[in-house]
């Protein structure tokens, strides 16, 4: 089984879910998860996770998202999306200058409303399931981090953006309340993610690359080993003797360490078994000089 994360491009057309679904036919393996959902018609960055690395797949999602996105002024859907249905539209008045100054009121972050057609849980349902169903709901304010957010390019009715963002932000909402910020309609026409955490275009593969890849053999080389993620963390190796210690999940004390940074400065830390293979990371126990298991990463679970 493959232990690690492949850097997939996801082209438009697919769910996150079928490429997870694709995945597992790539790699003949059912243990699979991806970091963070993309819209169908999205296109861009997902991260998939292939056997123990499956626990970080909630880790993933919390980290810094990059996307450019490009919105049509004039017009609103249901969807938020030039895929749903036209609501309203009505002619452009802002001028550039108007829009670039509401873009830039929302670095920082704000509350953002999610819209009705996302995966949301709401009650026990998707909120996109609601919205088919013609069922609106009421939704509270989520605050959303907005770290950068900075616009590429004004060709009135288009507007092209780059943002950086946080973990919940919908794209598509922060483009419609840009426009409403100067009092104009709009709907996103396209999206890309170029980046999620330490994973960017740079490395991404499609799926038919990845297919040709594994036809040849050579799927293995798009893996990235697990405890790539935490390669700024320090790092520990147990000694022999204490195997059965790290393969249980028990406290670690300084007598077990055989190499590594100096057991009271530890906070957090990679730990590996005398093999050099990656158990999990620990971090360190106030007011004891120990270090307990944080998440375990062992190839067997």
């Not at 999205?42 to 998202?65: F, S, W």
């Not at 990059?66 to 999306?81: H, I, P, Q, S």
Request: glycine fraction near 8%; include cysteine.
């Amino acid at each position: 089984m493959l232990n690690g994360l492949i850097n997939v491009y996801k082209e438009p057309g697919f769910t996150s879910f079928d490429v997870v679904a694709v995945m597992r036919g790539i790699t003949g393996q059912k243990k699979i998860g991806h970091t963070g959902t993309l819209d169908p018609s999205a296109r861009g960055v997902l991260p998939i996770c292939l056997g123990n690395a499956t626990k970080l797949c909630d880790m993933l999602n919390d980290k810094r998202k990059e996307y450019v996105a490009t919105f049509m002024l004039g017009k609103c859907t249901d969807t938020l999306d030039d895929s749903g249905t036209v609501i309203e539209e009505r002619e452009v008045k802002a001028a550039p200058e108007d829009i670039k100054t509401a873009a830039k009121s929302f670095i920082g972050g704000y509350d953002q409303l999610p819209p009705m057609y996302s995966a949301k849980w709401v009650d026990g349902k998707r909120l996109y399931e609601l919205a088919r169903q013609g069922i609106e709901v009421q939704r509270k304010p989520v605050f959303v981090d907005i770290y950068e957010l900075e616009i590429l390019d004004i060709a009135i009715p288009l507007v092209k953006m780059r943002v950086v963002c946080g973990k919940g932000t919908y794209i598509r909402s922060l483009c419609v309340d840009i426009a409403a910020k100067c009092g104009e309609l709009a709907v996103m026409t396209d999206l890309e993610r170029t980046k999620t955490g330490m994973f960017d275009l740079t490395t991404a593969r499609t799926l038919d690359e990845l297919t040709k890849l594994k036809n040849e053999g050579n799927l293995i080389d798009c893996v990235i080993k697990t405890d790539y993620v935490f390669k700024d963390i320090p790092a520990l190796t147990v000694r022999n003797e204490y195997r059965k210690v790290i393969d249980n999940g028990n406290k670690l004390y300084p007598k077990m360490i055989t190499s590594g940074v100096p057991f009271p400065a530890m906070k957090r830390v990679r730990v590996y078994n005398d093999e050099g293979t990656f158990m999990g990371i620990y971090e360190r126990v106030d007011g004891e000089n120990a270090l307990k298991p944080e998440k375990m990463f062992l190839e067997n679970n």
